[in-house]
């Protein structure tokens, strides 16, 4: 089964079971994994600091969405020193001549989540960052690949 | 955010005559007939967005700029990708084939549909408000809906969690064309855009 993440959501699954995510922009898609649960943790966040925003939904954050993804794998099995981190997203949909600061949101993004992996202790194995296009991920539960999709740059599994 | 009856009303007369301004000025610019409708005018949260455009992986074509001013707003255009070749191709006087990406010349020219309509939709803003709106250049993005609404979203989801769409429909092309006009107000600019019409409650 396909379990969909949506913008500013997170979820986890089961083996057999996939997690997706559509549409990853400056957005950054944080992989969790334990392979002796055989259990995945998939955050889409938005923004890198729940600071700088409208506080509310934990997961739309980098800095709030990783604790809540760890305390919702924690209670379903997983074990916290176990947990291996794939990241993909982070790019720059957009440039601008005069590239203003708000717009690198994406790398923004991908420095937080990278800050908040190494605050939990968590390994970071694989990155899919950067770039000027969109992706769609899907975090395999049992095997614990991270398959990437993009329009016109093909797909992989890192 | 939750729009009155009456601050609908005031949006979508900005709306008509925004685009009614949009159809004049495109026709001249491009020597060729052009029209443009709003056909629905609506408030969703940002996380409908995506869904709205037929989901987060369809592919369209997507048009960024920023209004700067006393009531700043971000504008996102959106064009489902068969739409955006109908409208290039129209402009550029070329058929894209359905495989066929759009090149060079039909991703300025469409660039350039973002900053005619987007200028005559802040006029007609302008006009009602009697506040102005300096609007940036135009940047485009072809690719999967969701990723080109994020980058946007992230920049409004900092304050504010809903998105005002203003349907646009161009006719008088081969085919009806379908752009998704979204204005993303700042914190506090919708309430100052209202306030300035005269509606706000």
């Not at chain 1, 800095?63 to 099995?77: C, F, N, Q, R």
């Not at chain 2, 255009?77 to 990406?101: C, M, N, Q, R, W």
């Not at chain 2, 350039?112 to 802040?122: D, P």
Request: proline share 3%.
């Amino acid at each position: 089964m396909i379990i969909k993440v949506g913008m500013a959501d997170l979820n986890i699954a089961k083996a057999p079971d996939i997690l997706q995510t559509c549409g990853l922009g400056s957005c950054v898609g944080i992989c969790l994994w334990d392979s002796s649960a055989k259990l995945a943790g998939m955050a889409h966040i938005m923004l890198p600091c729940s600071s700088i925003g409208k506080r509310g939904n934990e997961a739309k954050f980098a800095d709030t969405a990783l604790p809540l993804l760890i305390e919702k794998m924690k209670k379903s099995g997983a074990d916290e020193h176990r947990l291996i981190a794939k990241i993909a997203g982070g790019s720059q949909m957009f440039s601008f001549s005069s590239s203003s600061d708000v717009m690198k949101i994406g790398e923004r993004n991908t420095e937080a989540v990278k800050q908040c992996l190494k605050n939990a202790r968590i390994r970071l194995i694989a990155e899919d960052t950067g770039g000027s296009y969109g992706r769609t991920i899907e975090l395999n539960a049992e095997t614990g690949s991270l398959y990437i999709r993009t329009v016109s740059l093909g797909e992989k599994y890192i | 955010m939750y729009l009155s009856e009456f601050e609908f009303e005031a949006l979508k007369r900005i709306g008509a005559e925004g685009a009614s301004n949009g159809a004049k000025a495109l026709s001249l610019m491009m020597e060729k007939t052009v029209g443009m409708g709003v056909s629905l005018i609506k408030v969703l949260p940002l996380t409908e967005v995506a869904e709205a455009m037929g989901g987060a992986e369809t592919v369209v074509a997507g048009i960024f700029l920023t209004a700067g001013g006393p009531a700043p707003c971000n504008i996102l255009f959106i064009f489902p990708i068969e739409s955006a070749k109908t409208l290039a191709g129209h402009l550029v006087e070329y058929s894209y084939a359905y495989d066929e990406e759009i090149d060079f010349m039909g991703k300025s020219a469409l660039s350039e549909v973002g900053n005619v309509v987007s200028g005559a939709y802040l006029k007609s803003l302008s006009d009602f408000t009697e506040m102005e709106f300096i609007p940036s250049v135009p940047a485009l993005a072809i690719d999967m809906a969701g990723a080109v609404l994020d980058a946007v979203l992230a920049r409004v989801g900092m304050t504010d969690d809903m998105a005002v769409l203003m349907e646009t429909v161009f006719s008088e092309i081969e085919q009806n064309v379908i752009g998704h006009f979204f204005l993303l107000p700042e914190a506090g600019s919708l309430d100052k855009i209202l306030e300035a019409i005269g509606v706000k409650e």
